[in-house]
């Protein structure tokens, strides 16, 4: 026995009986429709292709369709010794330029918070690399580090050998380093500029009244106020330590003999350089799980922090 259909008029007059209450509750998602598809069509699609593409073969004639090879990618990346040496230039680029990212900006940050005529203007002098686009950093930078170049101009003035900054294998990978840190120290000093402008200055007067001055009113009243602060930093200073790509480029091309090759430079030279896809694919997919895993590690540096600090306050 088949059901009568319902007439539309009835089913029309049922939603708008109900409409009252759907409402609400559609409407943030009608706002949130155009967003959701432009990031469903330039993230969410993309990454879900990637993630597919790791597991086939997808390379050289990009007009063929994928061929399913399972793991094997996997098992080449595991068996590739540029790759891991990519992985260790990239963890030595964390354990250098996120400690000196975190602290440097803040002593920055706490000089450039004084009440002193024409501060704005060295606050202005620390930010200016910052609005520089990297490709004219990293060109500017590579002429200091020519072989006759301004630093080595300086270190003959000083009866000092010339040292090859780009060329070398010890060196190259350090002088990179050092653009990035000069890049970044101005926009961490205006993240932590903004979190001292929110302490209270009565805490500083207290401060010195109890007889910590100086470096010690920083160290007993400043660092554990600026600790969301310094962990958000800490975040994005690794985040962005572990995709570092422009410098390279325009510096050293990862050489000389991967010296200075980082994972993103790699995983663009098998992409674009040998139009590799699909291995590219597994190397962005093993550094998207690096990525999570120092993020999770920072959620429970945080959070164990912060019980530690709740209970000794409620000590």
Same mark, same amino acid.
């Given at each position: 026995? /088949?059901k009568?259909?319902?007439?539309?008029?009835?089913?029309?007059?049922?939603?708008?009986?109900?409409?009252? *209450?759907?409402?609400?509750?559609?409407?943030?998602?009608?706002?949130?429709?155009?967003?959701?598809?432009?990031?469903?069509?330039?993230?969410?699609?993309?990454?879900?292709r990637?993630?597919?593409?790791?597991? /086939?073969?997808?390379?050289?004639d990009?007009?063929?369709?994928?061929?399913w $090879?399972?793991?094997?990618?996997?098992?080449?990346?595991?068996?590739?010794?540029?790759f891991?040496?990519?992985? *260790?230039?990239?963890?030595?680029?964390?354990i250098?330029?996120?400690?000196?990212?975190?602290?440097?900006?803040? +002593?920055?940050a706490?000089?450039?918070?004084?009440? @002193?005529?024409?501060? =704005?203007?060295?606050?202005?002098?620390?930010?200016?690399?910052?609005?520089?686009?990297?490709?004219?950093?990293?060109?500017?930078?590579?002429?200091?580090? +020519?072989d006759?170049?301004?630093?080595n101009?300086?270190?003959? @003035?000083? *009866?000092?050998?010339?040292?090859?900054?780009?060329?070398?294998? /010890?060196?190259?990978?350090?002088?990179?380093?050092?653009?990035? $840190?000069?890049?970044? @120290?101005?926009?961490?000093?205006?993240?932590?500029?903004?979190?001292?402008?929110?302490?209270? +200055?009565?805490?500083?007067?207290?401060?010195? $009244?109890?007889?910590?001055?100086?470096?010690?009113?920083?160290?007993? $009243?400043?660092?554990?106020?600026?600790?969301?602060?310094?962990?958000?930093?800490?975040?994005?200073?690794?985040?962005?330590?572990?995709?570092?790509?422009?410098?390279?480029?325009?510096?050293?091309?990862?050489g000389?003999? =991967?010296?200075?090759? /980082?994972i993103?430079?790699?995983?663009?030279?098998?992409?674009?350089?040998?139009?590799?896809?699909?291995?590219?694919?597994?190397?962005?997919?093993?550094?998207?799980?690096?990525?999570?895993?120092?993020?999770?590690? *920072?959620?429970s540096?945080?959070?164990?922090?912060?019980?530690?600090?709740?209970?000794?306050?409620?000590?």
């Open positions: 026995m /088949t009568p259909n319902v007439p539309e008029s009835i089913i029309l007059k049922r939603i708008a009986e109900h409409w009252p *209450r759907i409402r609400p509750f559609l409407t943030p998602y009608f706002f949130l429709l155009p967003a959701l598809i432009v990031l469903g069509l330039t993230v969410f699609y993309p990454a879900l990637a993630f597919y593409l790791s597991f /086939t073969q997808y390379e050289y990009l007009t063929a369709p994928p061929v $090879i399972g793991l094997k990618n996997f098992q080449r990346l595991w068996q590739d010794p540029i891991w040496q990519t992985f *260790r230039n990239t963890l030595l680029y964390l250098c330029v996120v400690p000196l990212l975190v602290t440097v900006p803040l +002593a920055l706490i000089l450039v918070n004084q009440k @002193l005529r024409g501060i =704005h203007w060295f606050r202005v002098a620390y930010y200016v690399p910052v609005v520089i686009s990297m490709v004219v950093a990293g060109i500017a930078w590579k002429w200091l580090y +020519a006759t170049g301004l630093l101009q300086l270190l003959q @003035l000083l *009866r000092l050998p010339a040292v090859p900054w780009l060329t070398s294998p /010890t060196w190259a990978i350090f002088s990179v380093m050092a653009v990035t $840190i000069w890049k970044g @120290l101005g926009y961490y000093m205006v993240i932590y500029l903004a979190g001292l402008q929110a302490i209270p +200055a009565d805490l500083y007067e207290a401060a010195a $009244i109890d007889g910590s001055d100086g470096l010690r009113k920083h160290w007993d $009243i400043t660092v554990p106020l600026m600790r969301p602060y310094l962990f958000l930093v800490a975040v994005i200073s690794a985040i962005s330590a572990t995709k570092v790509f422009e410098e390279v480029y325009v510096m050293t091309r990862g000389p003999n =991967h010296a200075s090759e /980082t993103v430079y790699y995983l663009y030279n098998k992409a674009f350089g040998e139009l590799e896809i699909s291995y590219a694919c597994t190397i962005g997919l093993m550094m998207f799980l690096l990525i999570v895993v120092l993020s999770m590690v *920072r959620l540096v945080e959070k164990f922090t912060t019980s530690r600090t709740t209970a000794q306050n409620q000590l």
